[in-house]
């Protein structure tokens, strides 16, 4: 519980940025999510802190898709490069694989050397449990859903994997873990649209995957 919120529910600071999305239903996810309170911010907001409250959250979720690696006085790169100091989860969800592709901090979180990418809209995926007995995935059956795909390189050995799939428009790996300095880190690579916002395995997927890195799970 951080002085600031007082709460024992897991703070998220979910941040977007360079990349549209559907409002209603994303909302709509993050509220449905048991012991999460989710604080949506654009990046410039979540960089400015004019609360102070950077540091406090439980873990920071990005959902941003800057292209750009910031200048290295720039303001940006400053509250970035301050993430995995602490024991702060981090969450890279869907999009946010793809930001930053020449920046060699935010592979270094990832764990995909080579990010370079192709993307298939209104894909059905099925997905498979690669680790059944892992706090995020323990009890899940495999699931078919609807989503963005993304071509790319796979996670490294350096990584936990927990979703896969073997659709021949995605990449293979779909979730895993893993640490960057002090922090747990979590991605997964769902979550363009409301179709797989309103996925009840989507969800508890994402749920658990921010209490495990907040190290709730």
């Not at 941040?15 to 239903?25: A, L, R, S």
């Not at 969800?93 to 192709?118: E, K, N, S, V, Y």
């Not at 892992?134 to 936990?160: F, K, R």
Request: charged share 20%; with cysteine; proline share 6%.
């Amino acid at each position: 519980m951080s002085d600031l919120f007082h709460t024992d529910r897991v703070t998220v600071a979910v941040v977007t940025g360079q990349h549209p999305f559907e409002v209603p239903g994303f909302h709509l996810c993050f509220r449905s999510l048991p012991d999460v309170d989710y604080y949506p911010q654009h990046m410039e907001d979540y960089v400015a802190d004019v609360a102070q409250a950077r540091q406090q959250y439980d873990v920071v979720l990005f959902y941003n898709f800057h292209q750009q690696t910031p200048e290295p006085e720039a303001a940006m790169r400053k509250a970035l490069e301050g993430i995995g100091e602490t024991r702060q989860g981090i969450v890279v969800l869907h999009h946010a694989l793809l930001a930053f592709p020449g920046w060699q901090l935010w592979t270094d979180i990832m764990g995909i050397p080579d990010r370079r990418f192709g993307f298939y809209h209104d894909e059905r995926v099925y997905t498979e449990i690669a680790d059944t007995e892992h706090p995020i995935t323990q009890g899940l059956s495999p699931w078919e859903m609807v989503d963005e795909t993304y071509t790319m390189n796979d996670a490294g050995e350096d990584s936990h994997i927990l979703l896969t799939t073997n659709h021949p428009r995605s990449m293979h790996t779909l979730a895993w873990t893993r640490q960057y300095r002090n922090a747990r880190v979590f991605c997964y690579e769902g979550g363009h649209d409301n179709q797989t916002y309103s996925d009840p395995s989507f969800r508890t997927v994402l749920g658990r995957g921010i209490l495990w890195a907040a190290g709730r799970l």
